[in-house]
């Protein structure tokens, strides 16, 4: 898995990172407010998935999300977005994505195939709010 | 255990038994099974064997043995989504719906001829495979239906009749 540093994500994506954030303590435990929901809820796709948490999206924000991932005591441990391979273009853009999880210790980037709610190949960016060492919180 | 779903496609078809390896061989109405899997980031998804050969009235079962993903087992015909028809003419189409890991889903082919199907979330990341049911159609041509309306990378993915038909499965690369 290849990880990119996060200054580096900051400079491709925009304002992604430099949104406006919610505040912090409203997503940091599970369940957050409406208008998010869970994505179990919505598509079908196991309540916690392997390797990101049980998430929650507003699904007003799809497909790029933020998607709002959490542990298994329900502690946040990642923002999530998912943006179609084909909408790196340049006549597409995303601006001022939300960032409400708060401090970032680090982020992944990876390209997936497509699941339930994004079905098509896209690439996971992961800011997490742990370490890299607590990912495995959410491993299994 | 997870629920199972099964559907018979054709004529009859009965339910046995089921056998660990699909077998070129096999008897009508055994089991042979079709991994759906993927990678634990969800980079890469499969059918596995992605290519299988089977004798009429032989039942193949699908199962989801994806931790973080689900899968769908669905047939190329115009009743799915309006997807160009790649199965015989006289069998019956068939769509699985969303499948949860360690969910499955069976159907029994009677008709001989290629069948291709995909999976409807990673159609475009190339998931799709194809089954030869033994008799006179099975390495006909005209049952292949055309490649328009395929993406890409599910028209590259389906390994070659001739290539099932020598060798009864062609695993994952």
Not at chain 2, 93 to 102: A, K, Q, T
Request: glycine share 10%.
């Amino acid at each position: 898995m290849k990880k990119v540093i996060f200054p580096a994500v900051a400079m491709l994506f925009g304002g992604l990172v430099a949104a406006p954030a919610q505040d912090a303590g409203t997503v940091a435990e599970a369940p957050p407010a409406a208008p998010y929901q869970k994505v179990s809820d919505l598509v079908s796709l196991p309540d916690f998935v392997p390797g990101l948490g049980q998430l929650f999206v507003d699904p007003s924000t799809l497909p790029a999300g933020p998607f709002l991932a959490y542990d298994h005591d329900g502690q946040l441990v990642s923002t999530v977005y998912m943006i179609p391979v084909q909408d790196l273009n340049p006549d597409k853009s995303f601006d001022d994505l939300e960032a409400p999880g708060g401090t970032v210790d680090h982020v992944d980037v990876y390209y997936n195939a497509g699941h339930p709610g994004v079905e098509v190949p896209h690439a996971h960016i992961i800011l997490w709010h742990v370490s890299a060492d607590d990912e495995a919180r959410v491993a299994e | 255990m997870k629920p199972s779903r099964r559907q018979v496609i054709g004529m009859g078809g009965s339910f046995v038994t089921a056998l660990a390896l699909p077998n070129l061989f096999a008897r009508a109405g055994a089991i042979t099974e079709i991994t759906m899997g993927g990678r634990s980031d969800g980079s890469h998804v499969w059918f596995d064997p992605v290519g299988l050969m089977v004798q009429p009235g032989q039942t193949i079962r699908w199962i989801n043995r994806d931790r973080g993903n689900s899968h769908t087992a669905t047939a190329y015909h115009p009743a799915n989504f309006g997807k160009p028809n790649r199965i015989p003419a006289a069998a019956e189409p068939w769509d699985s719906d969303y499948l949860l890991p360690g969910e499955s889903f069976s159907v029994t082919l009677t008709q001989p001829g290629v069948y291709d199907y995909f999976c409807i979330p990673h159609e475009r990341a190339g998931m799709v495979g194809r089954i030869v049911v033994a008799g006179p159609q099975a390495n006909d041509r005209r049952s292949r239906g055309t490649d328009a309306g395929l993406p890409e990378a599910a028209r590259l993915a389906f390994p070659a009749v001739e290539d099932i038909v020598a060798n009864g499965m062609v695993e994952r690369k």
